[in-house]
């Protein structure tokens, strides 16, 4: 298992968000995490990424708990994440924000930082646009450039959160290709998405959580399928979904 959820939980005050969430997930493996706005889905991104302490539960990365490693360690010992609302350096171009992640967020020296930027901007089709000032870059390119900034990290796990959100469906098919070959390149995704035809596209496995529990867990046909899911959704339990 690369990353284990053990009863994990989270609560800001008396708001509970997350509440007894457990999966596994294998190395390789790329899962989807559905439910409607507020269920917690970003909140159980930053406690993977270290960006939110835990309130309970435990949370192991390739075999070691996770509990008091840091956000930055977490980055460098592979788990690599991108934000809902895109936040690149505007002062910086294209390839300076890549550069960041590859200096900061990973152990490479500079020059190999130096080559994995440029090898990133490739597969990311940004290298046309390396010098190019980050607030001049359109909404796709300013996706491309979040999943940059993370694959410089040189992640074992990607996060990603809403990462489709605001394209319109070519550019969504544009970033599908290349959320594949990420997969294709042996990394481990999670990715939450409401965009369900995009997510199901790639994903093995998808979890499904609303008010900070999980739903359901299992292929995507048998979440989408399942009782709880149409009834969160739909708020009926019998509509047949081909
Ligand atoms: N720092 C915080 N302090 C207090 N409440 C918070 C905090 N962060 C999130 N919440 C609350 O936790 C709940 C879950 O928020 P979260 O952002 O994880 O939802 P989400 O599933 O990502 O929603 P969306 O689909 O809209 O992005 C919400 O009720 C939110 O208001
Ligand atoms: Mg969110």
């Not at 491309?144 to 319109?168: C, N, S, V």
Request: glycine share 10%.
């Amino acid at each position: 298992m690369l990353l284990q959820l053990d009863n994990v939980s989270k609560s800001f005050g008396a708001l509970q968000v997350i509440n007894q969430v457990s999966f596994d997930l294998e190395e390789g493996i790329a899962l989807g995490i559905m439910g409607p706005n507020g269920a917690g889905k970003t909140t159980l991104l930053n406690l993977i990424a270290g960006d939110l302490p835990l309130s309970g539960g435990s949370i192991s990365f390739d075999g070691n708990n996770l509990d008091g490693v840091s956000a930055e360690q977490r980055c460098l010992s592979g788990i690599g994440r991108t934000s809902q609302i895109p936040r690149p350096f505007t002062g910086m171009t294209t390839y300076e924000n890549v550069l960041v992640g590859a200096m900061y967020g990973s152990n490479l020296s500079e020059k190999e930082a130096e080559e994995t930027c440029v090898s990133v901007l490739e597969q990311t089709g940004l290298l046309p646009r390396w010098n190019v000032e980050a607030s001049q870059l359109r909404l796709l390119e300013r996706k491309r450039l979040e999943l940059a900034r993370a694959l410089a990290t040189k992640p074992r796990l990607l996060l990603l959160d809403e990462i489709a959100g605001g394209l319109t469906d070519h550019e969504v098919q544009e970033l599908l290709e290349l959320i594949r070959d990420i997969r294709a390149n042996g990394i481990t995704i999670i990715w939450i998405e409401h965009i369900v035809h995009a997510l199901v596209s790639v994903v093995d496995r998808i979890v499904a959580i609303d008010f900070g529990n999980k739903l359901a867990e299992g292929t995507p046909e048998e979440v989408i399928n399942s009782d709880e899911f149409k009834q969160v959704y739909f708020g009926v339990e019998s509509v047949k979904l081909d």
